[in-house]
């Protein structure tokens, strides 16, 4: 299941998570995805992990979002018994 679109470049790209619940991996990691809506392409980005050690009371989405230069995009994770947010430039993938 896509979850959290965000379009690109007059609705050309889509990044989005997938839902925790859904995961196919059982490690408690999600794939971020960049979906290519003209070709149909489907890329998985990053996989990260969101599953934290402790309860799930303070769950971690990655939500991935945009920044206004539509070069970046900033979600995230779990890593080091700590919720962070990570950034990853998207210039290649989208180029």
Known sequence: MIHHRLALQ??????????EDEVAFGDGTIL????????????????IKTEQTYGFSLRVDAHPAWDSSFRYIAFNGYADDTRRVYIAD???AIN
């Open 32 to 47: 971020i995805r960049l979906i290519d809506i003209k070709s149909g392409k489907d890329e998985c980005l990053i996989r």
């Open 90 to 92: 998207l210039t290649k």
């Open 10 to 19: 007059e609705d050309i790209w889509h990044c989005s998570d997938n839902v």
